[in-house]
């Protein structure tokens, strides 16, 4: 194991047993969460120390690895509910509520933070190294892997706003937003953080970069999607039926 591989492993595992104390402490997957992505800027902080004196390239994947980060922790309020018990009607619509409710003790407690901040370590921070170790001038990748992650940040951050204002002042009670992003896919705010993470893998030059969106959206379609249209079709029954067989469920006109 080279020196590298090493520091990332004491960082990664060190994060990940912070993270599963705070889980088992609050009890709350907000903590989970917020924990698992703040894994990724100190493993580009780590990147970057590693690489010797840093060009503009590095310096730029640098900044967007903590934007990604800032802009989580400020969007987690809208998926987990802006109060303590309380859970927004945008909550209920994306399933988070039942995140708490699914809980199967202490063991998962302490599981699901390892495993999401591992994730988020090794997987979704993968295209790093491989942005890092590019030199040269700004180039067509560069070009295409920024747009991307503008345009995914843009369908996240866009569809999180629209969704947690229309939850305080819903047009019509107990009907699920299928209007502006929502309209595109039923889980828009998943898709966008594929694209950013697509954004990452064409930034890192190498097939190796695909690891972190394929692992995003993985993740999102065995975990947090499910849990979001049992969600849904709770609480909105034949309004959420009739939202499915408008709207795909991950990928605009295509999953």
């Known amino acids: 194991m080279d020196t590298l591989t090493l520091w990332l492993a004491l960082l990664i595992e060190g994060m990940a047993a912070v ?33 010797g004196v840093p060009g503009w390239r590095q ?11 800032f802009r989580q922790g400020w969007m987690a309020p809208a998926w987990f509910g802006t109060s303590g018990g309380g859970t927004t009607e945008y909550g209920a619509h994306t399933g988070s509520a039942s995140l708490t409710q699914r809980r199967l003790g202490w063991l998962d407690d302490a599981l ?14 993968a295209p790093l190294a491989g942005a ?5 001038p700004f180039d067509g990748a560069d070009a295409l892997g920024i747009a991307l992650y503008l345009l995914g940040t843009v369908i996240q ?24 992003f929502w309209g595109l896919c039923r889980h828009p705010d998943c898709f966008g953080d594929v694209v950013v993470f697509t954004g990452f893998a064409v930034l890192s030059g190498s097939v190796w970069g695909l690891l972190a969106p394929l692992a995003c959206g993985l993740q999102y379609w ?34």
Request: aromatic share 8%; glycine share 8%.
């Open 132 to 136: 890092m170790a590019r030199t040269g």
């Open 19 to 51: 993270n599963a104390a705070a889980t088992l402490l609050t009890k709350s997957r907000r903590a989970t969460f917020l924990f698992a992505v703040n894994t990724i800027p100190p493993v580009a902080a780590l990147l970057l120390l590693a690489g």
């Open 59 to 69: 310096i730029l994947v640098l900044v967007l690895a903590y934007l990604y980060a």
């Open 157 to 180: 951050s866009g569809s999180a706003v629209q969704r947690f204002r229309i939850s305080h002042d819903p047009p019509v009670a107990g009907q699920p937003v299928t209007t502006g």
């Open 112 to 125: 699901v933070p390892v495993a999401l901040t591992n994730m988020a370590g090794w997987l979704l921070a």
């Open 222 to 255: 065995l975990d947090a999607i499910p849990v979001r249209e049992r969600a849904g079709r709770t609480r909105h029954g034949a309004a959420w039926d009739g939202y499915r067989a408008r709207v795909r469920c991950l990928i605009p006109y295509v999953l």
